[in-house]
């Protein structure tokens, strides 16, 4: 008979978890016990693999990485790209080439009409809308001259 002793559990450390408490239930029972520990390994062994392939798939872009990906995807004409702080803000004639925007990364900021772009290690905690301008006026701005490759 096979069941799933681990069912719900998504995360090694629910895995342990529940590892631990079937561990005492079953103290006694030595049958139980080897298949408990059997499907724990089983299981660790597949989160494991699985954490580390999402650490592979994870690809770092710096802020020169998008530049120049913007460079060679983008016509330029019509289009306001500037460093503030570290986010990247594109405004302007930005509807033909959303998509595009979507798959490298960048958000659409509804209240400032600018898409934007940021490391996930720079994302802000705040959850207020805060005006363009007052991001300008605290980090300062540089525009940046996008060109065609």
Same mark, same amino acid.
């Given at each position: ?8 559990? %998504? ?8 590892? #631990? ?6 103290? #006694? ?8 520990? *059997? ?5 660790? &062994? ?10 592979? +798939?994870?690809? %770092?872009?710096?802020?020169? #990485?998008?530049? +120049? ?8 004409? =019509? ?16 509807? &033909? ?7 490298? =990364?960048?958000?659409?900021?509804? #209240? ?6 940021? &490391? ?6 705040? %959850? ?13 701005? *540089?525009?940046? =001259?996008?060109?065609?490759?």
């Amino acid at each position: 008979m096979k069941s799933n002793l681990y069912f719900g559990c %998504t995360s090694a450390a629910e895995v342990q978890l529940r590892f #631990d408490e079937l561990s005492r239930i079953f103290n #006694d029972q030595d049958e139980m016990l080897q298949a408990l520990k *059997a499907e724990y390994s089983t299981l660790m &062994a597949v989160l494991s693999e699985s954490k580390a392939a999402e650490v592979v +798939k994870e690809e %770092t872009f710096t802020m020169s #990485d998008i530049i +120049k990906c913007l460079e060679e995807r983008l016509n330029p004409e =019509g289009l306001k790209l500037e460093i503030v702080g570290r986010y990247l803000w594109l405004s302007g004639a930005t509807f &033909a080439i959303k998509e595009g925007l979507k798959q490298l =990364g960048f958000r659409y900021s509804p #209240d400032k009409k600018s898409w934007y772009w940021r &490391a996930e290690a720079d994302r802000s905690s705040n %959850t207020k809308p805060i005006p363009l301008e007052m991001i300008r006026s605290k980090y300062g701005t *540089a525009e940046v =001259g996008l060109r065609k490759l």
